[in-house]
């Protein structure tokens, strides 16, 4: 049995085949998905599992160094955007270095998750929960 955090097959699958780079996203129960983007489907129910408790754990398997998010995020979500935001900055001083931040609109957002190599869909259910990150290295 795998020892570290995150023991989802098909997440650990995604995070050990990123290349610098690549997009992933972390998304509400909402967010559209596009057909031709791998779906990584976690929803159990309302709020199950969380949509912090995925980036954490993602975070604790994957280098980063982009991080797009949606305007309306911070603006019709603030409390989950800042504990978003909390989850980041303690990151940056984990593994020491900065990542790149971009605010985009709702609807650019949802296009940019065209371009993910997989979409990873939670239980969330606060309005605008979603996330991309962009895959660094650890070098």
Sequence with gaps: ???STLL???ISYLVST???TDEITICDAGLPI????TRIDLALTHGVPS????VRVILTESQIEGVVIAKEFAEVSPELHQALLDELELEQARCGKQFKME???HQEFKQRTH????VVRTGECT??????FQAGVVF
């Design 51 to 54: 949509f912090i408790d995925t």
């Design 34 to 37: 596009a057909d031709h983007v």
């Design 1 to 3: 049995m795998k020892k």
């Design 127 to 132: 309005p605008y929960a979603n996330v991309i």
């Design 103 to 105: 605010y985009v609109s």
């Design 18 to 20: 990123l290349g610098h």
């Design 8 to 10: 989802n097959s098909e």
């Design 115 to 118: 371009q993910s190599k997989a």
